[in-house]
């Protein structure tokens, strides 16, 4: 089992930058390819961007893509999604996910465990 949990979430103005963290327990967060996901209201869930289990490959969705970037401390069972540029439209509820040793998934099916999720909401 592993249990997510994400932080760093709030307000910022257009423009900005936020950084949210996913912090992990459980065993083995090295083998794990994390990825984030976001909820805005009214909308399905959609994909951000993931990062593989080792050597840390990352691929990203195309409306994220030059402004977000996710890295990971496995040190520290921690995975991180920079947020820069932030524009309105970015503002969702942000959910981590996590999933063994699979290659850049992009569905939600793909994923095993989910964080509760936190807000980012950018203002204009």
């Known amino acids: 089992q592993v249990q997510l949990v994400e932080s760093g979430g709030g307000l910022v103005q257009a423009g900005g930058s936020l950084r949210l963290s996913c912090s992990a327990t459980g065993r083995a967060f090295g083998a794990y390819t994390m990825g984030w996901f976001r909820q805005a209201p009214g909308k399905e869930r959609e994909f951000v961007g993931t990062i593989s289990w080792s050597p840390g490959r990352t691929f990203y969705a195309d409306s994220v893509k030059g402004r977000f970037t996710i890295s990971r401390d496995n040190a520290k069972d921690t995975v991180y999604l920079q947020m820069d540029s932030l524009r309105p439209e970015d503002s969702a509820v942000y959910y981590c996910?996590?999933?063994?040793?699979?290659?850049?998934?992009?569905?939600?099916?793909?994923?095993?465990?989910w964080g509760q999720g936190t807000q980012v909401t950018v203002s204009s």
């Open positions: 996910a996590a999933v063994r040793i699979k290659v850049l998934p992009t569905l939600q099916d793909e994923y095993t465990f």
